[in-house]
């Protein structure tokens, strides 16, 4: 039943399914994102803490890979701000194409700082882990992000270079390896992929079968009524003209 709508040609668009899922996604990815900014602020007064009390330094004396790793946490906090700030703006003016170019843009910011994150920190440090595995797992499947390609290369990529990280530059815990820790990014990223796939492909599914005749894959009643309502509406608050045609 729910692959008829993908055997028979219809005229519905991918832009009125990600039009349809507009504000769902902007709360879910400003929930997201807002989270994100409160862990990049614990993050940073974490390396100021690290850098200059633990390590008994002032700014001048700082490495240059500190002063890089503090840097990019501030260019990621403002990114995350102004993305944060951009859905926000655009709440009732839906943009999803641009929006899924903008988190992909900043997923790869977050990729970098934490990469030189890891790096900097102590080979026997690995308290990042606990914001790490869920990161990968909120880029698959909280944060939305309707084009595939776009929605797995971060994670995967992030999981790819941790992995790099811990083989060669992280020493191991004396009684244990990094055994468990391969095998759980390794299921990390078949449960994100999998369970992202299905839950994308299953949304636009019902959407479907909810807003398309199935004889004629023509849009239905339903549909007529929600965009009839949603334009009506938005010509009431601009006091512009509205004209129909049936």
Partial sequence: MLNKFEEQPSY??????????????????????GL??????????????????????NMNEMLFSEKLLLFSRVILFASTMMLFFWILLHMDKPDPLRYGRYVFIWEMGILAMQIISDIKRPAGYYLSLAVEIPLIISMYIIIPQHKRILRIIPPMLFSLILTVIYLFHKVPPETFGFESFYTGILFTNIIGIYFSDEIYSNNRQLYLLSNLDELTGLYNRRYIDRILE?????????????QYAL
Avoid: Q
């Fill in 12 to 33: 519905m668009s991918d832009i009125d399914y990600l039009y349809s899922r507009w504000k769902y996604d902007v709360k879910s990815g400003a929930a997201c994102i």
């Fill in 36 to 57: 994100l900014l409160v862990i990049l602020c614990v993050a940073f007064w974490h390396d100021i803490d690290m850098i200059l009390i633990i390590n008994s330094k």
């Fill in 230 to 242: 949603n334009e009506w509406s938005n010509c009431i608050e601009h006091e512009l003209l509205c």
